[in-house]
């Protein structure tokens, strides 16, 4: 591999990104009376994503942004992946609030976080609308809501808030304190080894030899450091958690690199899995940090695939924007190309570089997950080394053993409850114990007292979700039995969990039987009237688009479709479980 070499990261720092990097922290001198005054203010507690821009915001990560966009720069970052005043930022940062907050502009505000802890005293100088449906055409391309900023935006307040802010603390990490840098300390550390190039390695996986090599390369090409700078924020539903993915980083920087080429730093981003925009968004925070050089994927921050099973982005369309405006954000674009490995020599070479015919290997992300992990297999040392071997293996038990939920979906009487109850027999007989959080129960529970306005049913939706994933992280089984009829609800509870982990289940049954099997008489009264909002009557049902699996109750019992759904789990390895010879 052979890379160009820019200007020297040290020499000439290219304005606007690695000059002067923003510093919002009030002084230690002012920080008792900032508190005081802080706690006189209405406060604001922010999401999770909030707290890690507000972070990324307050070091000088966003640099030359020092503060949530304000109306101007938001309206032309979607339009032209610029700033105001043209410099060039193809991310939107915003703080979204509810309309009804009763926030005023020309006020103060407390910034907290989820455990109510004071972080920043923001001024509000503007409160804007903006649009979740423009904002994902723009930024991403898409309104399919598999995508999983897309179902979390609809969640957001309405109104953006911006305003100056007066940072009274970081966020608190009690983890891997030793490298959580700021973008200043990062590059007074890579000033110390002497070189003036910089490379930089963006990641939200575990590392195995293909990286290694390829980073490796990369770094001696230009004679000059790697920042290994994966993401410990927020990175897609189900990655790898980076509790163990920073074991993994650190044992490879400790055993398997030249400890003076690679400085490894932990960066508290909130990914957006918006491709192209997003690749160009880590090169100019990068930039901050002191790189000059940023090795872009194929498919960088690509979410994977939509509704359709379709790609949401082109697999080079990242590398191609990067490359565009390498120039101007100063850093250069190094292309990730494929690695394979050679047998017969031991060792790895780009694709390109192979001759024809050649024997090579290869493992994909699938057959990781689902050759070794799952079946509780060690990954081979060709593949990955075997400290991170270990590590992924002490993290990820068998599939048999890992988390699962099953989540039936479909019409009021369409069969749901009563498959579940047979599946909740069979599941305990193989050996898996199981919670179900049916649908019905929960609401006289965890929902108590909510409606059934569309707002109401994706509050209870998301609440089983919430509940759900948090079983399924245990490592336990959960069955949910819910109506749930918006698709797009039902996609952000895959998303809170391993995608893998998440089976649909269409129970899929006529509404006129289902009217016919209605005991209760609950369509009769939505037919006339009675009952306002009746799924499949006066509001709609939305059919899903690829469930795992589908089941048809008119003509096959509950029993036959329960073990219908213990051969597809069986296929998968989440039970051992041989089917009667009869069945």
């Known amino acids: 591999m052979h890379v160009q070499t820019t200007t020297p990261a040290a020499a000439t720092l290219i304005m606007p990104y690695g000059g002067r990097l923003v510093d919002l922290m009030v002084p230690q001198s002012e920080l008792a009376e900032a508190r005081a005054y802080a706690s006189t203010l209405p406060s604001l507690q922010i999401s999770p994503r909030a707290v890690c821009d507000l972070e990324m915001l307050a070091s000088g990560a966003f640099s030359p942004l020092d503060r949530f966009m304000g109306e101007a720069d938001f309206r032309r970052v979607l339009a032209e992946m610029r700033l105001a005043g043209g410099t060039l930022f193809p991310m939107p940062i915003t703080l979204p609030v509810a309309a009804d907050a009763g926030?005023?502009?020309?006020?103060?505000?407390?910034?907290?976080?989820?455990?109510?802890?004071?972080?920043?005293?923001?001024?509000?100088?503007?409160?804007?609308?903006?649009?979740?449906?423009?904002?994902?055409?723009?930024?991403?391309?898409?309104?399919?809501?598999?995508?999983?900023?897309?179902?979390?935006?609809?969640?957001?307040?309405?109104?953006?808030?911006?305003?100056?802010?007066?940072?009274?603390?970081?966020?608190?990490?009690?983890?891997?304190?030793?490298?959580?840098?700021?973008?200043?300390?990062?590059?007074?550390?890579?000033?110390?080894?002497?070189?003036?190039?910089?490379?930089?390695?963006?990641?939200?996986?575990?590392?195995?030899?293909?990286?290694?090599?390829?980073?490796?390369?990369?770094?001696?090409?230009?004679?000059?450091?790697?920042?290994?700078?994966p993401v410990v924020g927020m990175t897609k539903p189900g990655d790898v958690d980076h509790y163990t993915r920073v074991r993994t980083y650190k044992a490879l920087a400790d055993n398997h690199y030249d400890p003076d080429r690679i400085v490894l730093s932990l960066l508290p981003l909130a990914m957006r899995m918006a491709g192209p925009r997003e690749a160009l968004w880590h090169a100019i925070i990068r930039r901050n940090y002191g790189a000059n050089h940023f090795i872009v994927g194929r498919d960088h921050a690509g979410p994977g695939k939509d509704s359709a099973g379709k790609p949401f982005f082109g697999p080079y369309d990242s590398q191609e924007l990067v490359k565009e405006y390498e120039d101007e954000i100063g850093v250069q674009m190094v292309p990730f190309s494929e690695m394979l490995y050679l047998p017969d020599e031991d060792r790895y070479e780009e694709a390109s570089h192979i001759a024809d015919g050649a024997q090579t290997a290869t493992i994909s992300g699938t057959q990781v997950r689902e050759d070794f992990l799952a079946k509780g297999r060690l990954l081979p040392a060709w593949f990955t080394r075997p400290e991170t071997a270990e590590i992924l293996a002490e993290a990820y038990p068998p599939r048999h053993r890992q988390g699962l939920c099953i989540w039936l979906t479909g019409l009021s009487g369409s069969g749901k409850s009563t498959t579940a109850a047979v599946l909740s027999v069979l599941l305990l007989e193989a050996g898996r114990q199981v919670t179900e959080l049916d649908g019905d129960v929960v609401r006289t529970h965890l929902s108590k007292g909510l409606g059934f306005s569309r707002?109401?049913?994706?509050?209870?939706?998301?609440?089983?979700?919430?509940?759900?994933?948090?079983?399924?992280?245990?490592?336990?089984?959960?069955?949910?039995?819910a109506v749930s009829p918006y698709r797009g609800t039902r996609d952000a509870v895959r998303a809170m969990m391993d995608e893998d982990q998440f089976i649909e289940v269409f129970v899929d049954t006529p509404l006129s039987v289902c009217e016919q099997r209605d005991v209760k008489g609950m369509y009769a009264k939505a037919r006339r009237g009675e009952i306002k909002e009746f799924t499949g009557i006066s509001d709609p049902y939305e059919t899903p688009l690829n469930p795992e699996i589908t089941l048809e109750t008119v003509a096959h019992s509950p029993e036959t479709n329960a073990r219908r759904i213990m051969a597809d789990l069986a296929a998968r390895g989440f039970v051992r479980w041989d089917p009667p010879k009869d069945a």
């Not at 455990?115 to 391309?141: K, Q």
């Not at 707002?455 to 069955?479: K, P, Q, W």
């Open 103 to 229: 926030f005023q502009e020309g006020t103060d505000i407390a910034l907290r976080d989820a455990m109510n802890d004071l972080l920043a005293i923001m001024t509000i100088e503007e409160l804007y609308p903006w649009d979740p449906a423009d904002l994902a055409e723009r930024v991403i391309g898409s309104h399919d809501t598999k995508h999983p900023l897309v179902h979390e935006m609809e969640r957001w307040g309405r109104l953006n808030a911006s305003g100056p802010i007066r940072m009274l603390q970081l966020p608190r990490h009690y983890d891997f304190q030793d490298l959580r840098q700021t973008p200043a300390g990062t590059r007074e550390i890579l000033a110390k080894t002497g070189r003036q190039n910089v490379v930089a390695f963006q990641t939200r996986n575990p590392l195995h030899r293909a990286h290694e090599e390829l980073t490796k390369r990369a770094t001696i090409s230009v004679d000059g450091v790697l920042l290994l700078h």
């Open 455 to 481: 707002e109401d049913r994706d509050t209870n939706i998301l609440r089983i979700g919430y509940v759900a994933s948090e079983i399924v992280r245990h490592g336990g089984t959960v069955m949910c039995a």
